[in-house]
């Protein structure tokens, strides 16, 4: 018997593999009360017993529970300062073969964004990000490369017109050569072991959801992701308290380099 919000989170822990416990209780909670509501459910026992014995709307909770949010090129500025100053220099120190990681890469915006930025710096066949993300869902529209209009708005126009192909009236579907940039894996940030060797790791705008302590233990596991001298690139609502205790410097603003 799933008798509260406690006893609910114990049992989506074992259903799912996800901890509830790491992110804002008070938002979460809200959210997961809503969808109960929506589908007139009469609390979370009944809730419970229908995503146990429904894979469809078991999908449909993660993918409503991760708040993906996402588009290409997000806060443009930072991205100049991807493309003009971070990736120089990683690309001076480490050479072209970048590894890269996208965090958390939703339907793939980041990582397709990024591939493009380091298409301008190094031959293509040298581009090989990481992409991760909890929800099997969102990695099949990744995967698919077929975005809407609102989606790539915000994107530079030389890149708009190198690398989509419009499809109908409202959609468009990105390149071959970019998409054979980025390899999607399914990974858990709060559980699965995380790539080793990384240049840059790119996870933006998602760790605002975590609880303080679950911030802080990602951001040490991010720190031993990445080499000496590695960089993060975190969201624009985010900042990193205290970042020194953590092994990290402070390069520009959302960017922070491994020091130890």
């Not at 003009?84 to 970048?98: E, N």
């Not at 017109?161 to 940039?181: L, N, P, Q, T």
């Not at 990602?218 to 975190?234: A, Q």
Request: aromatic residues 14%.
């Amino acid at each position: 018997m799933i008798k509260d919000y406690e006893d609910f989170k114990k049992f989506i822990l074992s259903l799912t593999t996800i901890d509830l416990n790491a992110y804002k209780e008070k938002q979460m909670k809200r959210r997961i009360d809503t969808l109960i509501a929506r589908y007139k459910y009469d609390g979370y026992d009944s809730y419970c017993k229908a995503i146990k014995e429904d894979t469809g709307l078991r999908e449909e909770f993660v993918n409503y529970i991760t708040i993906n949010v996402s588009e290409f090129y997000r806060n443009p500025n930072l991205w100049k300062t991807l493309e003009d100053v971070i990736l120089p220099d990683l690309i001076s120190k480490f050479g072209p073969r970048l590894k890269v990681w996208s965090a958390a890469c939703s339907t793939g915006d980041e990582p397709y964004s990024l591939a493009m930025v380091l298409a301008k710096k190094v031959p293509m066949r040298d581009i090989k990000i990481i992409a991760t993300d909890l929800d099997e869902q969102v990695l099949e529209k990744a995967k698919d490369g077929v975005y809407g209009e609102n989606s790539i708005k915000g994107l530079p126009k030389e890149f708009q017109d190198k690398y989509f192909e419009k499809m109908g009236d409202r959609f468009y579907k990105i390149s071959d050569d970019i998409k054979r940039c980025v390899e999607f894996k399914k990974s858990n940030l709060l559980k699965d072991p995380y790539p080793t060797g990384c240049h840059l790791i790119v996870c933006r705008n998602v760790l605002i959801y975590f609880t303080e302590e679950a911030k802080k233990d990602v951001y040490e596991k991010f720190n031993k992701s990445l080499v000496t001298d590695g960089c993060l690139f975190v969201g624009n609502t985010e900042q990193i308290i205290g970042y020194r205790d953590m092994g990290y410097s402070y390069d520009h603003l959302f960017f922070y380099r491994k020091t130890n």
